[in-house]
C-alpha cells in the first residue's frame, strides 16, 4: 500500500518568515494530493490539493509544488501569521471514479511566533 | 459547501459500555464515509470505509466486532464501540463524500474517554 513520510514533524518561525513541509510518497500510482490543516481540538480543513497532471499550485500564501518522478510533494507558507498555527498534514491517494482513500502524513506542527 | 455534522463531540463512558458515535452529512447525499482515529499528536488512522448500503471495508487491525459501522442512508453512518475500554480512548473522525470529485469534508469529531 501507500506510505507517506513528511517532515519536518515540528517548525517554529517567526511571524512573516516562510515554512515549508515536505512528503515523500512510495507508489507510483498516486494522482491526488491534499494537504489539510488542524487547528487544536477541531476537524482538519482542506486548504489546498494537487493533481498529478499538475507541477505547481498557488493560493495567495499557500503554493504546493509536485515532483512526480521523485514522488515527493511540499507546501509553501509565505508570509506567515500566528494564526498559522496549526498541524498540518499531506495525503498522497489514488483517485478513480471519483473514489479515492488519502494515506496521510505523521503531519507537521508549525509554530509562527509574533 | 458540503457540511458534515458528527455527534457527540465530547463523551465519557463507563468500561464496558458501548458508545454510539453518528456522522451526518446535511446538505449532500454521502456516498462513502470514512472513519479515523487520532491519537494526540499523530496523523489520522484510517479505520475503516463505508459505502451506503454495503458492510464497512475495516483496515488490516481493526476489529470488526468491536468497531460496529452502520451505513444505513446517503446521510448518516455510525460508529459504535462496544465494550469499551480505556485503551479505546481517543479522538474518532469521520469523513464524508458524494463521489463526485476528489473532496471529502470532516466531521467535528468526538472525544471519547473511557473510564
Known amino acids: 500500500g501507500e506510505n507517506v513520510e513528511q517532515h519536518p514533524s515540528t517548525l517554529s518561525v517567526q511571524e512573516g518568515d516562510s515554512a515549508v513541509i515536505k512528503c515523500t510518497y512510495s507508489?507510483?500510482?498516486?494522482?491526488?494530493f491534499p494537504w489539510y490543516k488542524q487547528e487544536l481540538g477541531k476537524r482538519p480543513q482542506l486548504i489546498i490539493d494537487i493533481r498529478s497532471n499538475v507541477g505547481e499550485k498557488k493560493d495567495q500564501r499557500i503554493a504546493v509544488t509536485l515532483n512526480k518522478t521523485a514522488k515527493h510533494f511540499s507546501l509553501h507558507i509565505t508570509e506567515t501569521q500566528p494564526e498559522d498555527s496549526a498541524v498540518y498534514f499531506c495525503a498522497a491517494s489514488l483517485a478513480s471514479g471519483g473514489s479515492y482513500i488519502p494515506t496521510f502524513g505523521r503531519g507537521t506542527s508549525l509554530i509562527v511566533h509574533p | 459547501g458540503a457540511v458534515v455534522s458528527q455527534h457527540p463531540s465530547r463523551v465519557i463512558c463507563k468500561s464496558g459500555t458501548s458508545v454510539k458515535i453518528e456522522c451526518r452529512s446535511l446538505d449532500f447525499q454521502a456516498t462513502t464515509m470514512f472513519w479515523y482515529r487520532q491519537f494526540p499528536k499523530q496523523s489520522l488512522m484510517l479505520m475503516a470505509t463505508?459505502?451506503?448500503?454495503?458492510?464497512?471495508?475495516?483496515e488490516q487491525g481493526v476489529e470488526k466486532d468491536k468497531f460496529l459501522i452502520n451505513h444505513a442512508s446517503l446521510t448518516l453512518s455510525t460508529l459504535t464501540v462496544t465494550s469499551a475500554h480505556p485503551e479505546d480512548s481517543s479522538f474518532y473522525i469521520c469523513?464524508?463524500?458524494?463521489?463526485?470529485?476528489?473532496?471529502?469534508?470532516f466531521g467535528s469529531g468526538t472525544r471519547l474517554t473511557v473510564v
Open positions: 469523513s464524508a463524500g458524494t463521489g463526485a470529485g476528489y473532496g471529502y469534508t
Open positions: 463505508s459505502n451506503e448500503g454495503s458492510k464497512a471495508t475495516y
Open positions: 507508489d507510483s500510482a498516486s494522482n491526488y
